[in-house]
């Protein structure tokens, strides 16, 4: 027969189970601070209806979808978690309380050209506030919070939340008398790290934007200072109208109760550069940075949109939330070696048949199992040498020999790993003293 060469798929993600366990300690900590902020569970359909996630796709994002067409079915795989959180909103709406908080931490897939960082199917990590007609604006002050809180309990400290204002941005568009053309500047702006001033410039001018008037915007968006120079600088600029004022108040606003919220002043910096080039975002924005690994890019984004469900329903729901790439930020933090290796540990003891009367021995392990001593048997014929490195490569911490003068005596052996101490002693004693060096760790 002739054997197909065993492969994983460009652009997915495989890992040893050591790795894994490193990618599960991360992925619990994003869950478990998502929950200590009052976020309830959410998981929805990998697969939907075509016509119900393109709803609001164009674009890229058609592109880079999976469809799967099937007889009379046109299905397509979920490209993000907003998307179908819009449709769930809508069609429950009647049985939510808001302000709905909701997480959720799923697999999303997208037809990407797979490339370093770059993953055609991965986790995302999202938490979103969707209020009923309103939502108010110290709601997007929570957020950089519950980040600097995560990135904290992550391990992580020296990060930057980056800010902005959607509204800063289209008040200073709408000055220069740039509106008709803002979602294209918004998409080049969001591009400014990741290509070179001559490269910006020059398609800031394919867009026929005069160079005088680039120049300004380009100045605009690397006003620097402290946050609250920031601030100062652009209520003394001569902008008059009501976008650019509302953007104005909100921003310093979300910065001033960040602050209240115990955020310290060096993880957080007001940036007029930071964007997000989806149309639908219309406040505030937020990007996050490790600050000595500035190359890997943003690894937690998002802001504010006004109407997350208006393809589905007519009611306002206006929103705020963001998403962690988890599938990129593990990688990159794994070869950074920003991670602690997690020790294979599942199991707290290995039953070592020595016979083949399996009933005294099933009895043994039942009794550990209901005493919450996580055991495993052995059953393989193999050497003792190599099933003890078994253990040792497992973490597992005690070994029990069990054989024929064991159930005579109603009795096991028990090895210690780490030591190499072996006694022979009544199972409720075993017990004993695995909760005794369990208490002890």
């Known amino acids: ?27 619990n900590t994003i869950e478990e601070t998502y929950q200590q902020f009052g976020f309830l569970p959410l998981d929805t359909p990998i697969i939907e209806a075509s016509e119900v996630l393109l709803a609001k796709a164009g674009g890229e994002t058609e592109k880079q979808i999976y469809q799967i067409k099937r007889g009379n ?57 969707i209020g009923d007609g309103s939502l108010n604006i110290i709601n997007d002050a929570e957020i950089p919070n519950i980040i600097y809180n995560l990135f904290n309990n992550m391990g992580l400290t020296n990060f930057v939340i ?35 001033k001559e490269s910006l410039i020059n398609e800031l001018e394919n867009l026929n934007i005069d160079p005088n008037i680039i120049n300004k915007l380009l100045t605009f968006i690397n006003i620097n200072g402290t946050n609250n120079e920031i601030i100062n600088q652009l209520q003394t600029l001569d902008i008059n109208n009501e976008l650019w004022q509302e953007g104005i108040a909100e921003l310093e606003t979300v910065y001033q109760y960040s602050i209240q919220f115990g955020i310290k002043e060096n993880n957080i910096q007001i940036d007029l550069g930071i964007a997000r080039g ?33 393809y589905y329903t007519d009611k306002k729901l206006p929103g705020v939330g963001i998403s962690i790439g988890l599938t990129r930020l593990f ?63 497992l973490n597992i911490p005690y070994v029990i020999f069990i054989g024929d003068d064991e159930i005579k005596n109603k009795t096991v052996t028990i090895k210690n790993i780490k030591t190499f101490e072996q006694k022979t002693m009544d199972i409720n004693n075993i017990i004993k003293e695995v909760h005794n060096e369990q208490r002890n760790i």
């Not at 027969?1 to 300690?25: A, H, I, W």
């Not at 220069?176 to 080049?188: A, E, H």
């Open 331 to 393: 990688t990159n933090l794994n070869e950074l070696n920003l991670l602690k290796e997690e020790p294979i540990n599942v199991s707290d003891v290995l039953i070592i048949p020595m016979t083949n009367n399996y009933e005294y021995i099933i009895n043994c392990y039942n009794k550990l199992m209901e005493n919450n001593i996580y055991t495993q048997i052995f059953y393989e014929q193999r050497s003792i040498k190599s099933i003890i490195n078994y253990a040792i490569n």
């Open 162 to 196: 980056k800010i902005n204002n959607r509204k800063v941005l289209n008040g200073f568009l709408q000055a220069l008398n740039l509106t008709n053309q803002s979602s294209d500047i918004m998409r080049l702006i969001d591009k400014k790290d990741k290509i070179s």
């Open 1 to 27: 027969m002739k054997k197909v060469e065993p492969r994983t798929l460009s652009g997915f993600m495989e890992l040893l189970p050591s790795d894994q366990l490193k990618f599960n300690k991360i992925k």
């Open 278 to 310: 989806l149309d639908y975002y219309t406040g505030t924005v937020y990007e996050t940075f490790l600050t000595d690994y500035l190359e890997l890019g943003s690894i937690c984004s998002g802001g504010r949109y006004d109407d997350l469900a208006e």
């Open 73 to 129: 079915s046109d299905l397509t795989l979920r490209f993000d978690l907003t998307v179908p959180l819009a449709k769930y909103v809508a069609k429950n709406y009647g049985q939510l309380n808001f302000p709905f908080r909701r997480y959720q931490i799923g697999k999303v897939y997208r037809g990407e050209r797979a490339q370093k960082g770059r993953y055609r199917e991965f986790y995302q990590c999202d938490i979103d506030i």
